[in-house]
């Protein structure tokens, strides 16, 4: 995660989602639709859904 500071004094953090292994199961046809959830104090970001995988690979910044 990286921390800035903007022109307004507010300071955000970026996460990078890069990939996921061995999610479970959950759907009927033994694969899953995964995506990622990161939550900063009130914040809140969510990547893409990737579909019909047990392992997601996102590499995909997510700024709070």
Same mark, same amino acid.
């Given at each position: 995660a990286y921390l800035m500071q903007s022109w307004s004094g507010?300071?955000?953090s970026t996460f990078l989602a890069h990939e996921a292994r061995g999610v479970a199961i959950a759907?009927? $046809?033994g694969l899953s639709?995964?995506?990622a959830v990161v939550f900063f104090d009130t914040d809140r970001a969510k990547?893409?859904?990737?579909?019909k995988t047990? $392992?997601?690979v996102w590499k995909q910044s997510l700024r709070l």
């Open positions: 507010a300071y955000t759907d009927a $046809n639709d995964p995506y990547t893409r859904t990737i579909y047990l $392992n997601p």
